[in-house]
């Protein structure tokens, strides 16, 4: 015997208001069949009690009852609804993550769609008439989504479908028609294609600011790196400094206390014997006192005339007005002591120079010098390490980097963050300049030569070396260089010169503020009648010198 469910058709099971397997069908006066709490919400929003299905009017509200057949049918379509699912190997139950399929009783399967229009979330069984029923299948069916009714709009009760650009909302069809009929509106679509392009440009761009910004950790994390080995490189050159100091101090100490004991044991054996002398010359004038007493007393006139010349003798003592034992006699030691320890810590720091050459020159670059910003009477070398002043002026073509009125040269490549250092034999000559300067330096009127016009630089003019810190800084050098160390700092805005081969420090710019990338910047200025004819090189660095 068939079941049910299989001689009637599905949609006999449907109340047409709710879409839904009838719950307590009930039957109206014309026959049709409708859930009883639906049919009755429906005639109490209207002002006329009809049927939904055929319109036929009651003129009082018809007293509804349970009917039994249709309930007890739509109960056993509903098990057999509910049966089919969980054969069904496609479908199951939905999780804490999942929309749920609003009809299904008991267990909620997952919701497969979602249907503006019913606003109800159904799984693949419970979805089937929309699938089916014509009336149906022009409902909007969506991925499930929770919370439907944000989806439409709260004054009319339409599903959202437009996009109003001036306001920047959603709206319905009844929005459009009311309050933004004059507004540029489009569908929901269009809209959601351009801000969705515009989402995949914006995601790009926080992409970029990612990388951008992992690109400064790393930057940070390798300028921390760096900071640390120079850290441990001044530590190590400090103690090592300090040491020589600690020990030659020590040593020095050693010997002072050595010497001042060894002198105050000569002092000491000195007035030994000293006292000693005094001690027997004591006794020996005791001794004529005693006698001298005596022979006061005796009435023995032969006696005293006999004893008296040879107890008025003087006696062979030593004349002691002029003798002393020397008290200060470690006043000229402690001196001379002192005299040595401050010779060694000059020597000593003579070598901190050296030392933070050696370290500076652990950030040399390979610069190559620019052709293209040569002035046309500066001739760079092919491998563009060397360049000479020539009297004639070349034929160049001309363009916005190079020099017109300056004898001088950049280098290819500038820097704009972190430490640099390069050096440059200026044998040979009796003028040159020497230094960094940024990009957008003026390169076609008159320079002059100071940081405020971006230009940071030493010079040697007539014999005199001169920092132009505008004004310029007279240098006292006690050697003349014959390879000068350019050395910068771009974060802590430090521009500094050294003499390589004396290692030591010719001058400083510092508390600079760059914002620019930075060049090397040299000049062989003029020949002089071939005084100073010899090139400027920048040299390989050669870290063991």
Known sequence: MATSSSLLSEEQFLCSICLDVFT????????????????????????????????????????????????????????????????????????AQEVPCDICI?????????????????????????????????????????????????????????????????????????????????????????????????????????????????????????????AEREISDSVQVFTALVRSIERSQAELIEVIEEKQKATETQAEGLIKELEQEITELKRRSTELEQLSHTEDHLHLLQSFPSLCTPLPINDWSEISVNSHLCVGTVMRAVSQLEETLNKQMEKLPEVKLKRIQQYAVDVTLDPDTA????????????????????????????FARSACVLGKEGFSLGIFYYEVMVKGKTKWTLGVARESVNRKGVITLTPKNGYWTVWLRNGEYKALAGPAVPLSLREKPQKVGVFVDYEEGQVSFYNVEARSHIYSFTGCTFTEKLYPYLSPCLNDDGKNSAPLIITPVNHTE
């Open 106 to 230: 008991g267990t909620k399967l997952k919701a497969l769609k979602s249907c503006l229009v019913c606003q109800t979330s159904y799984c693949e069984t419970h979805l089937e008439p929309h699938q089916r029923v014509p009336a149906l299948k022009r409902h909007e069916l969506i991925d499930p989504v929770e919370n439907l009714e944000d989806r439409m709009c709260k004054k009319h009760g339409r599903p959202l479908e437009l996009f109003c650009r001036r306001d920047q909302t959603c709206l319905c069809v009844f929005c459009l028609k009311t309050d933004h009929m004059t507004h540029d509106t489009v569908p929901l679509e269009e809209e959601y294609g351009e801000r969705k392009a515009q989402l995949g440009k914006t995601k790009a761009e926080v992409q970029q600011m990612i990388q951008e910004r992992l690109q400064k950790v790393q930057e940070i994390k390798h300028s921390v790196d760096l900071s640390k080995r120079e």
């Open 375 to 402: 002035h046309p009477s500066v001739i760079v070398s092919e491998d563009g390490k060397q360049l000479r002043y020539e009297d004639t002026i070349n034929n160049l073509p001309g363009n916005t980097k190079r």
């Open 24 to 95: 307590e069908p009930v039957t109206t006066p014309c026959g049709h069949n409708f859930c009883k709490a639906c049919i009755r919400q429906y005639w109490d929003s209207n002002d006329l009690c009809q049927c939904p299905m055929c319109k036929e009017k009651f003129y009082r509200m018809p007293e509804l009852r349970i009917n039994t057949f249709i309930s007890e049918m739509a109960a056993e379509f509903r098990k057999s609804v509910q049966a089919k699912a969980t054969r069904s190997p496609d479908q199951h139950q939905a999780k």
